[in-house]
């Protein structure tokens, strides 16, 4: 499924939205204050053959994580 990750520039939360169609683009709203002034992030996740999940962050290879989203190696 194609679950995007965005920043809302109003409150600076990250988020994450399941998008199935290129129209659900429009109207993104944050969903912490409502403001629809947000950027679609770059993802840096990965998954292996074997089908779990890993970052490709720099030591982050053995996460056990469902989301980078929330990932404190790439916070500022």
Known sequence: MPIYEFLCARCEKEFEKLIL????????????????????????????????????????????ATSCAGCSVRKP
């Not at 947000?38 to 779990?52: H, N």
């Open 21 to 64: 169609s290129a129209r659900e683009r429009d109207g993104i709203r944050c969903p912490h204050c409502g403001s629809d002034e947000v950027r679609q992030q770059i993802s840096l996740c990965a998954f292996s053959s074997d089908g779990r999940f890993r970052s490709s962050v720099g030591g982050c290879t053995g996460c056990t």
